[in-house]
């Protein structure tokens, strides 16, 4: 099993420019979300989504949109980038069941970082 | 804010030594996560703690919460150079929304 997997990994964009950042995960977990990590500031909830179809905010969703058209992928696009933009984006998919028992667990990627001039 | 706060921001000590953290939140929860992240990695989960629990063990670590003072505190006993990591606490917010908050972290240096 590959777990959560983020493309691209490394990303640099003029200020105005659009981009996708991809998360696919392949553990066929319901809930996704997207972090944004800056320093000093932990990790912040951008988006998130309860399943396939389904999408909703967090912390810091200004600038940002989703899209959970297949329950593996969970999309976040930048419309139009900003230098406040520049960050190291975390994709995560919780697993709910352990042998019948609840975890909440989080599985990570590995990031994306992100900086917009 | 909705994050959590952790406590200290920042730890340092000696390789055998304990390490604790702590982490502070302001809604009522059902359960409370720890995680680990190495330098330029992603996060790893540790360790869950249910609102009916007050301490929980998974090997080196110890974790308590208290929900009467909305805290809690991961302690990791027998510290090593490898646990060398940033540590965050995670919480449910907003009921059963699925949305998931993080503390700011603490930074643990373990020094050989």
């Known amino acids: 099993n590959a777990g959560v997997t983020q493309t691209p990994k490394f990303r640099v964009l003029k200020t105005g420019q659009s981009m996708t950042l991809l998360c696919a995960q392949d553990m066929n977990h319901e809930y996704m979300y997207w972090y944004r990590q800056d320093p000093g500031m932990g990790l912040r909830l951008i988006h998130y989504s309860v399943g396939e179809g389904t999408t909703a905010k967090g912390e810091v969703p200004d600038g940002y949109n989703v899209s959970r058209l297949k329950k593996q992928n969970f999309l976040l696009g930048l419309e139009s980038a900003a230098p406040s933009q520049t960050s190291v984006y975390f994709c995560?998919?919780?697993?709910?069941?352990?042998?019948?028992?609840?975890?909440?667990?989080?599985?990570f990627g590995e990031g994306s970082r992100l900086t917009v001039l | 804010s909705q994050q959590g706060e952790e406590d200290p921001q920042a730890l340092s000590i000696q390789e055998g030594e304990n390490a604790t953290m702590n982490c502070s939140y302001k809604?009522?929860?059902?359960?409370l996560q720890w995680y680990r992240q190495n330098s330029g990695r992603g996060l790893v989960h540790l360790i869950l703690?249910?609102?009916?629990?007050r301490e929980k063990h998974s090997g080196r670590l110890r974790v308590t919460l208290d929900t009467s003072k909305k805290s809690s505190s991961l302690l990791i006993t027998a510290s090593r150079a490898a646990d060398t990591a940033s540590y965050f606490c995670?919480?449910?917010?907003?009921?059963?929304?699925?949305?998931?908050?993080f503390g700011q972290g603490t930074t643990l240096q373990v020094k050989p």
């Open positions: 995560a998919s919780r697993r709910d069941l352990l042998a019948g028992v609840y975890t909440g667990e989080l599985f």
């Open positions: 995670a919480f449910p917010s907003g009921g059963n929304t699925g949305k998931l908050i």
């Open positions: 809604t009522s929860i059902n359960n």
């Open positions: 703690i249910r609102s009916n629990e």
